[in-house]
C-alpha cells in the first residue's frame, strides 16, 4: 500500500516543515493492530551465533536486562570517558554491547511490547542493528543481523563491508555496527512524521552504543558519513523500507586487513513482513534528499538560533558528588518516567546532571566524526523551575554544560506542555531541555545530510540526559510531539531555527 506526497520535498528543512503539526490540523487517524511493526527481522540465516547471557527468563520479565554481569564502569565514565579502551572485539564484548545498548529490558506481555535498553518514540523501535565483522578472535568473519530480542547474530552474508569502499577515509575498525531504520515502524503510528522519529531514535541508539561499547572496554566512534547507495547494496536493503543512518566502529583496528576477493558476496534471503507497511514516500524522499556527502566547511558565523538579548553567561554551580551507579544498573533501571512532582532540586543535583551530559560530550570528547561540525549548529537550552539558586526560565546552556545564559524569566513549562501537544506532565518537570538548530544555515553549511546529522546529535543528548537522571535517580522522558509553529514562537526561535527535540527531566513520586 503506497501514499506519494503531491509535493515531495526537495529539501530536509521542506521536509521538517511539510511535517509540522498544527493545532486542530492533525488528521484523525486510528492505529491498526493488525499491521503493528514485528520487533525484528527475519532472514533464513547462513548461520546464528548466540549471543553470551544469562539465560533467565524470569529476570528479563522482573524487568532486568540480561547483560552480562562484570561489568566495572558507572554512568558517568560511559559517558565521558576518553576513548581509552583496549578490549578486543569478540562475541563476549559484543554480546555485552548489544545487551547494554538495545536488549529487552522489560516484557509487557499483556500489550505484547518488549520494551528495551534505549527509549524509542512511541515505543516502536525503528532502528535495526548489523554487525560487520572484519577480523575477531571467535566471530568468524561476516555481516550480522543483530537479533537482540531473541539473542542472537544471524549470519547474512559472508562478506562483511568493504570499509574503504563503503567509508571512505576511515580509519579501520575490526567491526562496524550500522544502525539503520525501518521507516514503517515508525510511520505505523507516526506517518509522514516518521523520518523525524527514526533520526532521534537512531541518536539515542547511537549513543547508547558507544556508552556500552566504554563501558565494556571496547573503543567506539560514531560516523555518520557513509556512501548511503554502497551501504544499502552491502545490506542488501529496499532503501523505500529502511535505510542505513548510522555507524559506529569498533575497536582500534590493528588487526584489520583488506578484505579479499575469495569472500563472496552472497545475501541471505530476507524473509519479508506478512503485515504489508504501508509506504509513505515522504520518508524515502527526506532520506534520498540527504545522500550526497558535503564537505564539511569550517564552521563560522553560526546564525543564532533563539532571538532577543541575552543576558551575560552565569556559571553552573560546582557538580556534587554522588555515589557512582553501576552502567549496568542504570540501563536495566531506565524507564521513561513522568510522574513529575514539584519538589526543589538541589544545586549540587541540577549542576550534575547538566555536567553529566554535556562535559567531554563536544569539547575534543566528541567520538562523532562529523559531530564537530554538526554539533556547532545543535544548541541546547533549558526551561526550569524549581531549580535551587535559579531564577525560573528560558536559559542557553553553553556546549560544554558550565554556563548558563538566561533569555526569558518566568514559569514557561506549563506554556512548554501545551505547545507539546497539550502533554501536561511537562508542565511538573523541573527542567526541560531543548535542543534547537537553524535548519536553514545547517542545509546551507552541510547540505540536505546536515538534517541528519543534527537530528541525531539531538537524539544522543537526549539519550545522555536519560542516562544522567537516572543516576541522579531522577525521572526522565524525550518528547517529540510538538506544535512546532507555536514552540518557535513560545520560544522566540530565530525565522530558520526549530525545535528538534525535547527531553523533560526532574524529581519524580
Ligand atoms: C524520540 C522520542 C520521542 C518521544 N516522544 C514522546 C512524547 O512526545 N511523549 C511521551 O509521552 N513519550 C515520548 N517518548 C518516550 C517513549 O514513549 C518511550 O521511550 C517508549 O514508550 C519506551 O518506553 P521506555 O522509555 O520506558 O523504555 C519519546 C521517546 C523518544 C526516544
Redesign the pocket.
Known amino acids: 500500500m503506497g501514499r506519494t506526497t503531491p509535493d515531495p520535498p526537495v529539501s530536509a528543512v521542506r521536509y521538517h516543515d511539510l511535517t509540522s503539526h498544527v493545532r486542530h490540523r492533525i488528521s484523525p487517524h486510528s492505529l491498526d493492530f493488525s499491521r503493528y511493526p514485528a520487533p525484528f527481522k527475519t532472514y533464513e540465516y547462513q548461520r546464528r551465533i548466540l549471543l553470551k547471557q544469562e539465560n533467565s527468563t524470569s529476570r528479563k520479565d522482573r524487568g532486568e536486562n540480561l547483560a552480562v554481569g562484570g561489568l566495572k564502569d558507572t554512568v558517568g565514565s560511559a559517558m565521558s570517558d576518553q576513548v581509552t579502551g583496549n578490549e578486543p572485539v569478540g562475541l563476549e564484548t559484543v554480546s555485552r554491547i548489544l545487551s547494554l545498548s538495545y536488549g529487552v529490558?522489560?516484557a509487557d506481555r499483556s500489550r505484547g511490547?518488549l520494551?528495551?535498553?534505549?527509549?524509542?518514540?512511541?515505543?516502536?523501535?525503528p532502528g535495526q542493528l548489523y554487525l560487520s565483522v572484519q577480523k575477531t578472535d571467535d566471530i568468524e568473519t561476516g555481516l550480522y543481523y543483530c537479533d537482540t530480542v531473541q539473542g542472537f547474530l544471524g549470519r547474512i552474508n559472508p562478506r562483511p563491508l568493504d570499509q574503504t569502499i563503503v567509508f571512505p577515509g576511515c580509519a579501520a575498525a575490526d567491526a562496524c555496527m550500522v544502525i539503520t531504520g525501518i521507516f514503517y515502524h515508525s510511520a505505523w503510528k507516526y506517518r509522514e512524521r516518521a523520518f523525524?522519529?527514526l533520526l532521534?531514535?537512531a541518536?539515542?541508539l547511537a549513543e547508547a552504543v558507544v556508552q556500552a561499547s566504554r563501558a565494556t572496554g571496547v573503543q567506539a566512534r560514531i560516523c555518520y558519513d557513509f556512501d548511503d547507495h554502497g551501504l544499502v547494496q552491502a545490506l542488501d536493503l529496499d532503501a523505500g523500507l529502511e535505510v542505513p543512518l548510522a555507524c559506529v566502529f569498533l575497536g582500534s583496528g590493528t588487526g584489520a586487513a583488506p578484505l579479499p576477493d575469495s569472500i563472496a558476496f552472497q545475501p541471505a534471503v530476507d524473509t519479508p513482513t506478512s503485515r504489508d507497511p504501508v509506504v509513505y514516500d515522504i520518508l524515502s524522499q527526506a532520506y534520498q534528499t540527504g545522500t550526497p556527502i558535503a564537505a564539511t566547511p569550517p564552521v563560522k558565523n553560526i546564525p543564532p538560533v533563539f532571538s532577543g538579548t541575552p543576558e551575560q553567561q552565569r556559571p553552573v554551580p560546582v557538580p556534587g558528588r554522588f555515589p557512582a551507579v553501576a552502567f549496568e544498573r542504570a540501563v536495566t533501571g531506565?524507564?521513561?518516567?513522568?510522574n513529575f512532582v514539584t519538589r526543589e532540586l538541589p544545586a549540587p543535583v541540577w549542576s550534575a546532571l547538566l555536567n553529566r551530559v554535556f562535559n567531554k560530550m563536544f569539547i575534543d570528547h566528541d567520538p562523532d566524526e562529523t559531530g564537530s561540525a554538526a554539533a556547532s549548529f545543535v544548541v541546547t537550552a533549558m526551561i526550569s523551575q524549581n531549580m535551587q539558586g535559579l531564577t525560573p526560565g528560558l536559559y542557553v546552556i553553553s556546549r560544554d554544560g558550565a554556563g548558563l545564559t538566561r533569555l526569558k524569566t518566568g514559569h514557561l513549562a506549563g506554556d512548554l506542555a501545551r505547545v507539546?501537544?497539550d502533554?501536561s506532565?511537562?508542565g511538573r518537570a523541573a527542567v526541560n531541555f531543548l535542543m534547537a538548530a537553524d535548519l536553514g544555515a545547517v542545509e546551507a553549511a552541510l547540505g540536505a545530510r546536515g538534517y541528519r546529522y543534527v537530528m541525531m546529535h539531538a537524539?544522543r543528548i537526549?539519550?545522555r540526559v536519560?542516562m544522567a537522571a537516572q543516576e541522579l535517580g531522577m525521572g526522565c522522558?524525550?518528547?517529540?510531539?510538538?506544535y512546532d509553529g507555536e514552540a518557535a514562537d513560545l520560544l522566540g526561535l530565530t525565522s530558520g531555527s526549530r525545535l528538534l527535540?525535547?527531553?523533560s527531566a526532574g524529581p519524580v513520586k
Open positions: 529490558t522489560l511490547i520494551f528495551r535498553s534505549v527509549p524509542s518514540a512511541g515505543g516502536l523501535y523525524r522519529y532521534l531514535d541518536g539515542h531506565r524507564r521513561s518516567r513522568r507539546c501537544l502533554q506532565w511537562i537524539g537526549g539519550h536519560y522522558c524525550g518528547i517529540g510531539a510538538m527535540y525535547a527531553v
